[in-house]
T-cell receptor
Framework: KAGVTQTPRYLIKTRGQQVTLSCSPI?????VSWYQQTPGQGLQFLFE???????NKGNFPGRFSGRQFSNSRSEMNVSTLELGDSALYLC?????????????FGPGTRLTVT | AQSVAQPEDQVNVAEGNPLTVKCTYS??????LFWYVQYPNRGLQFLLK??????LVKGSYGFEAEFNKSQTSFHLKKPSALVSDSALYFC????????????FGAGTTVTVRA
């Protein structure tokens, strides 16, 4: 079974621009979560989607948004990029959002903001 | 709100020696606990989880973890470490009486020397 895929793998953007990252979950998985990973802050939860509905949200500004499509694929968007948004963005999928299921992570998208 | 603490930023062991990575948690209800490992430039990989039942949980690559409710700990262990176990390890918890968010610890870098 194919794993979680994320595109693009690497991205360089300029301050003020916006960016869209894509995530395709494992077949059959309906929950998709997004995380930001930085050396200083570690793994920070962004949001989680299940059946096209946002189930949970972390403490990030409104510039960070996401959505999930009917095929469970998900996108996250960051508008008005700031230097501090440079990070590894990880997507994870699981069978459901309610607890017992482990998450399977993609390789991440490395975003660099200059 | 739930939280996870990994008190050691780094753990260094010799190959063949036992490896322990510590994790303590705080939740208001019953915890679901997970361990993940991250190899350089890779996404996180699921190692094992505790949901209920036997306090000793066995996972991938010879790892195991012991759930201790009184000490609110979930330490990861491996009887005989390998050089290939060198990686970044994350403990995570979901509070099953809360909003189901998955919270990660800051991570522990394990270095196994030959």
């Amino acid at each position: 079974k194919a794993g979680v895929t994320q595109t693009p793998r690497y991205l360089i953007k300029t301050r003020g621009q916006q960016v869209t990252l894509s995530c395709s979950p494992i077949s059959g998985h309906r929950s998709v979560s997004w995380y930001q990973q930085t050396p200083g802050q570690g793994l920070q939860f962004l949001f989680e989607y299940f059946s096209e509905t946002q189930r949970n949200k972390g403490n990030f500004p409104g510039r960070f948004s996401g959505r999930q499509f009917s095929n469970s694929r998900s996108e996250m968007n960051v508008s008005t990029l700031e230097l501090g948004d440079s990070a590894l963005y990880l997507c994870a999928s699981s069978l459901s959002w309610t607890g017992t299921y482990e998450q399977y992570f993609g390789p991440g998208t490395r975003l660099t903001v200059t | 709100a739930q939280s996870v603490a990994q008190p050691e930023d780094q753990v260094n062991v010799a190959e063949g020696n036992p490896l322990t990575v510590k994790c303590t948690y705080s939740v208001s209800g019953n915890p679901y606990l997970f361990w993940y490992v991250q190899y350089p430039n890779r996404g996180l990989q699921f190692l094992l989880k505790y949901i209920t039942g036997d306090n000793l949980v066995k996972g991938s690559y010879g790892f195991e973890a012991e759930f201790n409710k009184s000490q609110t700990s979930f330490h990861l262990k491996k009887p005989s470490a390998l050089v290939s176990d060198s990686a970044l390890y994350f403990c995570a918890v979901r509070d099953m009486t809360g909003d189901y968010k998955l919270s990660f610890g800051a991570g522990t870098t394990v270095t196994v020397r030959a």
